[in-house]
């Protein structure tokens, strides 16, 4: 209830008051007896509630009922509407829309609701306000159609032998939690005091005649929600996401006073994937087909887009990103923004709630949810699971999204979620979720069980322009002084550091941030290792002094000085402590931390002997606790980003297993020298690669081995840039991009191998990507000489159409190495007539904010080709930036009769009525003389439901 809302009525005519409620700054909301002495004519006078009160009595008529309501025959039908006049200066400051609730179900219901009644009349003959304050007792009289309320909490008036202290109530609106139920009509004399009300139910009044159409032409809705307990939960859900999601998902990690998510997040893009067959790809273009004008009509592989715009009503998507690289706190936006829509009262049709894949494994998905929301916001009392199998409102859907997949470390646990998900997009409730799912990338064919209609997104690091953006915020938030200058200058660094590339990964940006406010004239660290290492001692200062220990840990002061002693080995050990316990969250433990902590290797954790357990738990969790590494979650601690538990474990890997810890992460990919060469040669074919999944642990395990001076990781790499396939030489590059300590010959060959690749190799595109890790400007050459190579793609001459895109791919990946001379490329491929995917080289542009756009979507409309649908495209596309030039397009592409030649008729009738949406008098014609058209042919699909790329037969 906004008691803002709230308003006082005065009906001279039959000297009668009451109370109402703003529906809309000019509607109002009351009980039909307040205003029945109204004749046609008269005004009633409204009055709503302000502290102080500001604003004077405004009058108002009666807008609906059309009819006079007999309210002793028909109860349930006392309430009526007022249209307050516009009188000058007059705007009450509504927030959001209201909703509406049907009670349902046997439970008692709490209620609400804020009248006038003579219980407040001042002597003066003003009014004050007083609550009413109770529950809906849903099995009481169920006969009459209305609504009982016991007025159970606060002061309840006196029984009146004439009248009650509760008139001028009438018309109180009543609310159950957000959604109004009912209107007050009546005091019940059954009780001895007036604690029993009755109001007209907002069932009754919605199917009413003209109350739906009244509201409707003053802007209002009626959708009636499920009032109850289950209501009263999502508030609190609402409220506690709300939070959840203005937090910095890896706070932990950052040591100054946190500003909000949104006070430094940047938005980043999402870049479709291509297809993994024909129907992959129909799935993102069929969830942005209805997007409204403005905004780009599809989503094309290697075509960034805001990360916003695709999930701002998204289908079932995976979002795939290397390790930082934004997925959570992509996700935490979206659920922030998305709570504050729903609350807000806008048309927000999906209710985001965020869960981490963990707590989905093994358990029914509506049960998995409400527990892990439970937990995450600490509820007492836990949701009920059946919230997340009906609507959160009329015709809206719950979107899931599904962070930290890879986090799961057993693929059958993996399998698992994936599976229930999918069985979930296609049960009974299919209709009721929409999935996000957030994972770094995954062995391949794990994703597939999604089916193939399901995009897969990749999450793109950051702009230069994007980290100096965030800089700013950051020396902003932390009070640092010409935060603009200072982020320059942290620009300046990072590039003399050679670690601008490494900075486009979203958390190592945060983190590089952080250390340099900490101390702006140390040196930035030199790599991904050196930066964890140097955050670790930024965020650890354990207590320098017994007296400081005891004053921090009193429970072990009774336990003397040999405690206290082993108590600051704890603290001086406690990276030792920290990484064993990485090491064994690596291995799949989930004991609680604190037991797995005293097992640390030496002893030094170990629970000194006539310590009480929980004593010495305690101190184990508080220390943990203070490292800055941890969160509290479920009961446990754990760590605050899956990057901390790489870089631990791989400290903990190489002190304690040696050469053998690189042996295992690299050896049983690595083809050894074999007895018989058949062997050899098989282990050559099947690819010889390095899991993909781990280049982060393994980037942190070689740097950790570099280190200690061990050479076993050096000669493995070397073996694998020499003799590795494509993959292997990928998972190189991704090395490269973390800063690992590659040496100087694995550079130069695997840059050579990869150059080689791009030249001769059919996934040229994805040599020349990984290239660009070790010699950008080789890869960008390399990249610009195959977009103009037009022997590239390739003609197939039976249908007059291209069938390969390479150039326009090779054009596409260079964005991310060179993004102005990608656009350069661009502007030459949508000139080339011959160039198959010039229509989507113009749209690229417009996705990259180029200003040649418009005109290279103008030319491409304008140009004869065979089939015309590009050229339909590009108009279409012109027509959703809002250019001008679009109809007349439309129009000259609907007349042209030479584009009938392969397709008949068909591209002019799409022309023709794309061009009905802004100018239906000219295709009005078109149209109907081409709907008779003997040549227009049948539009064939294919299984998705997509037209065919085959002409008829």
């Known amino acids: 209830m906004d008691q803002s809302r709230v308003a006082e009525i005065w009906v001279e005519a039959g000297r009668r008051i009451g109370t109402g409620y703003l529906l809309t700054n000019?509607?109002?909301?009351?009980?039909?007896?307040?205003?029945?002495?109204?004749?046609?004519?008269?005004?009633?006078?409204?009055?709503?509630?302000?502290?102080?009160?500001?604003?004077?009595?405004?009058?108002?008529?009666?807008?609906?009922?059309?009819?006079?309501?007999?309210?002793?025959?028909?109860?349930?039908?006392?309430?009526?509407?007022?249209?307050?006049?516009?009188?000058?200066?007059?705007?009450?400051?509504?927030?959001?829309?209201?909703?509406?609730?049907?009670?349902?179900?046997?439970?008692?219901?709490?209620?609400?609701?804020?009248?006038?009644?003579?219980?407040?009349?001042?002597?003066?003959?003003?009014?004050?306000?007083?609550?009413?304050?109770?529950?809906?007792?849903?099995?009481?009289?169920?006969?009459?159609?209305?609504?009982?309320?016991?007025?159970?909490?606060?002061?309840?008036?006196?029984?009146?032998?004439?009248?009650?202290?509760?008139?001028g109530s009438s018309g109180t609106a009543i609310f159950c939690g957000p959604l109004l139920v009912g209107v007050l009509a009546a005091d019940r004399a059954i009780a001895d005091d007036a604690g029993v009300l009755a109001a007209a139910p907002l069932t009754a009044l919605a199917g009413s005649a003209g109350f739906r159409e009244t509201l409707a032409a003053h802007g209002v809705t009626v959708e009636l929600e499920h009032a109850g307990p289950a209501v009263r939960r999502l508030d609190a859900y609402l409220d506690g996401a709300h939070a959840v999601g203005a937090r910095h998902p890896h706070g932990g990690l950052l040591p100054l006073s946190l500003p909000s998510l949104e006070a430094v997040y940047r938005p980043q893009r999402l870049s479709l994937r291509p297809p993994r067959d024909n129907t992959a790809s129909a799935g993102s273009r069929a969830h942005m087909q209805d997007r409204p004008a403005g905004l780009l009509v599809d989503v094309s592989p290697g075509v960034p887009l805001p990360a916003g715009q695709i999930l701002a009503d998204p289908q079932t998507c995976v979002i795939v990103a290397e390790a930082g690289g934004g997925k959570s706190s992509l996700l935490r936006t979206r659920l922030a923004q998305g709570?504050?829509?729903?609350?807000?009262?806008?048309?927000?049709?999906?209710?985001?709630?965020?869960?981490?894949?963990?707590?989905?494994?093994?358990?029914?998905?509506?049960?998995?949810?409400?527990?892990?929301?439970?937990?995450?916001?600490?509820?007492?009392?836990?949701?009920?699971?059946?919230?997340?199998?009906?609507?959160?409102?009329?015709?809206?859907?719950?979107?899931?999204?599904?962070?930290?997949?890879?986090?799961?470390?057993?693929?059958?646990?993996?399998?698992?979620?994936?599976?229930?998900?999918?069985?979930?997009?296609?049960?009974?409730?299919?209709?009721?979720?929409?999935?996000?799912?957030?994972?770094?990338?995954?062995?391949?064919?794990?994703?597939?069980?999604?089916?193939?209609?399901?995009?897969?997104?990749?999450?793109?690091?950051?702009?230069?322009?994007?980290?100096?953006d965030m800089a700013e915020h950051w020396f902003t938030a932390a009070r640092a002084p010409d935060p603009k200058p200072a982020a320059q200058r942290f620009l300046r660094a990072l590039e003399d550091g050679r670690l601008t590339d490494l900075a486009r990964t979203p958390l190592i940006a945060a983190m590089l941030c952080q250390?340099?406010?900490?101390?702006?004239?140390?040196?930035?660290?030199?790599?991904?290792?050196?930066?964890?290492?140097?955050?670790?001692?930024?965020?650890?200062?354990?207590?320098?002094?017994?007296?400081?220990?005891?004053?921090?840990?009193?429970?072990?002061?009774?336990?003397?000085?040999?405690?206290?002693?082993?108590?600051?080995?704890?603290?001086?050990?406690?990276?030792?402590?920290i990484a064993h316990l990485a090491w064994q969250r690596r291995l799949g433990s989930t004991r609680p931390a604190v037991d797995v902590a005293e097992e640390a290797p030496a002893g030094v954790a170990v629970r000194p002997a006539g310590v009480g357990s929980r004593d010495w738990s305690v101190f184990l969790d508080d220390v943990l606790r203070r490292t800055g590494l941890f969160i509290g979650a479920d009961g446990d601690l754990q760590f605050t980003h899956q990057t901390v538990v790489e870089y631990f474990a791989a400290q903990h890997a190489v002190r304690h297993l040696g050469a053998k810890a690189v042996s295992a992460a690299l050896g049983s990919e690595l083809p050894t020298r074999p007895r018989r060469w058949p062997v050899w040669r098989a282990l050559r074919a099947n690819g010889n690669r390095p899991p993909t999944t781990d280049a982060s642990y393994v980037g942190f395990?070689?740097?950790?081995?570099?280190?200690?001076?061990?050479?076993?990781?050096?000669?493995?790499?070397?073996?694998?840039?020499?003799?590795?396939?494509?993959?292997?030489?990928?998972?190189?590059?991704?090395?490269?991009?973390?800063?690992?300590?590659?040496?100087e010959p694995v550079v130069v060959v695997a840059a050579a191998r990869l150059a080689d690749f791009t030249r001769r190799h059919d996934r040229s595109i994805e040599a020349a990507v990984a290239l660009a890790a070790f010699d950008a400007d080789l890869a960008a050459d390399l990249l610009h000489a195959r977009a103009l190579d037009s022997t590239l793609d390739r003609r197939d001459t039976s249908w007059e159409r291209v069938t390969e895109r390479r150039r326009l791919a090779a054009a596409k990946a260079l964005i991310d190495i060179d993004r102005t001379r990608a656009a350069d490329l661009l502007c030459t491929l949508a000139l080339d007539v011959y160039v198959n995917g010039r229509e989507e080289a113009a749209k690229t542009l417009v996705a990259l904010g180029d200003p040649r756009a418009a005109d290279m979507l103008f030319t491409v409309a304008g140009n004869y080709t065979p089939d015309g649908r590009d050229r339909v495209y590009a108009a279409k596309m012109l027509l959703a930036i809002g250019d001008p030039r679009a109809a007349d397009l439309l129009h000259a592409i609907a007349l042209d009769g030479s584009v009938a030649r392969l397709f008949g008729d068909r591209v002019r009738i799409e022309a023709a009525e794309v061009l009905g949406t802004v100018d239906p008098a000219r295709a009005a014609g078109i149209l109907a003389d081409l709907r008779g058209s003997p040549q227009v042919m049948p539009r064939d699909t294919d299984a998705d439901g997509e037209p065919s790329d085959r002409p008829a037969v």
């Open 26 to 167: 000019r509607l109002v909301l009351t009980s039909y007896h307040v205003v029945q002495a109204l004749r046609p004519g008269d005004r009633a006078e409204v009055r709503p509630l302000q502290i102080p009160q500001r604003s004077s009595w405004l009058a108002a008529t009666m807008c609906w009922p059309d009819e006079p309501v007999d309210v002793d025959a028909t109860p349930e039908r006392d309430a009526a509407l007022l249209s307050i006049d516009d009188p000058p200066g007059f705007d009450q400051h509504l927030v959001g829309a209201v909703r509406f609730g049907q009670v349902r179900g046997q439970d008692r219901i709490a209620c609400l609701g804020l009248g006038f009644p003579d219980a407040e009349a001042r002597p003066d003959r003003r009014r004050d306000t007083m609550p009413v304050r109770g529950h809906i007792d849903t099995l009481q009289a169920l006969r009459s159609g209305m609504l009982t309320i016991h007025v159970d909490e606060g002061i309840v008036p006196r029984r009146m032998p004439v009248g009650s202290r509760w008139a």
């Open 339 to 468: 709570i504050t829509a729903w609350r807000d009262g806008s048309d927000e049709r999906r209710l985001p709630v965020l869960v981490p894949a963990s707590a989905l494994a093994g358990r029914p998905l509506a049960e998995a949810i409400a527990d892990a929301i439970t937990a995450d916001l600490g509820f007492v009392v836990g949701l009920d699971p059946t919230v997340f199998t009906t609507e959160p409102r009329p015709g809206a859907r719950w979107l899931v999204l599904v962070d930290g997949l890879d986090e799961v470390g057993d693929r059958l646990a993996r399998a698992d979620i994936l599976r229930r998900i999918a069985l979930a997009m296609s049960g009974e409730h299919a209709r009721l979720h929409t999935f996000v799912i957030a994972t770094r990338p995954l062995p391949d064919g794990e994703l597939n069980v999604l089916g193939q209609t399901v995009p897969w997104y990749d999450l793109l690091p950051f702009e230069e322009r994007d980290v100096a």
């Open 515 to 577: 250390l340099h406010v900490d101390d702006p004239t140390r040196p930035l660290p030199s790599g991904r290792s050196q930066l964890y290492g140097g955050f670790v001692e930024l965020l650890w200062r354990p207590p320098a002094r017994v007296t400081e220990l005891a004053a921090r840990y009193p429970g072990l002061d009774r336990y003397g000085p040999e405690v206290h002693s082993r108590a600051e080995g704890v603290l001086s050990s406690v990276v030792e402590v």
């Open 701 to 743: 395990l070689l740097d950790a081995a570099a280190e200690a001076g061990m050479s076993a990781g050096a000669k493995r790499v070397e073996r694998l840039a020499a003799e590795g396939t494509l993959e292997a030489l990928r998972f190189l590059a991704a090395l490269a991009r973390l800063r690992t300590r590659l040496s």
